[in-house]
């Protein structure tokens, strides 16, 4: 799990462990290797043994934003690991905290734009999708605000709260439930169309039309994994997420569940790599 725990990666890679323990009747353990987007417990996984006894919670920060952002990656996204199975697609979910008087979008960029380069945003770390979803409303409005990064959603969340920034555009998995309690408030999705969790938001793309993001986690192995061992994981994956109560489970945290197994997820990740590369280059975000 090559993020902290409390994010939504680290609720599901939690979800994949139970399902698989009871499945196989072995006890599986969530380890959390955080740090530099997620690069340092990818690589982690990328180096161990190729028995099937270490998997990855890859996510789409780590496996296509990442390799476009880092002039040294320490893994390659292709050669270094063997998708098993992709999980469930979810938007992102844009928020602020209490403090900010926008209801709405529109409300919020015209809030913006009067307090440019005054106002702080959050992500849960340098390079991920939700510094880069901040990174295209700046690429789209023309404003200027300061990024504070985390190492987790869940911390990132913790400041939305006490107002020591002021907006974010991350995980819907762990910021919905507190914007549906009222401790912070959501105004749109990320993803172009409405969010089946939140039917009653709007997409940014309802105000910005070019503007859509959707991240997605999913399992991989170390490259080399035997076929027979990644198939049988894959079966289990498909069982468990089929199932209409951990649908229900996945939708009550704005997850979208889009089951794919080794081939047609390895294509997936090819297709998102072709499409984020220009993306990623004329955002001009790149870390050394």
């Known amino acids: 799990m090559p993020f902290e725990a409390g994010g939504s990666a680290d609720l599901l890679a939690r979800m994949v462990a139970q399902h698989l323990q009871e499945d196989f009747g072995k006890p599986f353990t969530v380890e959390n290797r955080s740090g530099a987007g997620g690069s340092i417990g990818t690589a982690y996984v990328a180096k161990a043994p190729n028995d099937g006894y270490t998997l990855l919670l890859g996510t789409f920060s780590t496996m296509v934003l990442n390799e476009f952002m880092y002039s040294h990656l320490p893994y390659d996204t292709e050669s270094d690991f063997q998708p098993v199975a ?13 403090k900010i008087p926008a209801t709405t979008v529109p ?19 340098v390079g991920t999708s939700s510094h880069l979803s901040v990174v295209m409303l700046q690429m789209a409005t023309g404003a200027h605000f300061t990024h504070v990064p985390f190492r987790s959603t869940a911390d990132e969340l913790t400041n939305l709260m006490n107002g020591s920034i002021d907006f974010a555009i991350d995980s819907m998995t762990t910021l919905w439930p507190a914007a549906q309690a009222g401790n912070i408030r959501a105004l749109a999705v990320s993803s172009k169309e409405r969010s089946p969790a939140a039917p009653g938001l709007p997409s940014i793309s309802q105000f910005i039309k070019s503007y859509n993001v959707s991240s997605w986690q999913g399992l ?15 079966f289990a994956i498909k069982r468990d ?33 072709m499409n984020w590369r220009d993306v990623v280059k004329a955002s001009g975000v790149h870390f050394d």
């Open 86 to 98: 992709l999980i469930m697609t979810l938007p992102n979910l844009f928020v602020v905290n209490n």
């Open 220 to 234: 991989l192995a170390p490259a080399g994994t035997p076929k027979p061992l990644v198939d049988k994981i894959a």
């Open 241 to 273: 997420f089929s199932k209409p109560e951990v649908i229900d489970q996945l939708t009550k945290v704005g997850g979208i569940p889009a089951l794919k197994g080794p081939d047609d997820f390895a294509g997936y990740i090819l297709s998102d790599e």
């Open 107 to 125: 409300q919020f960029i015209e809030y913006l734009q009067a307090h440019d380069s005054k106002m702080t945003y959050g992500s849960s770390g």
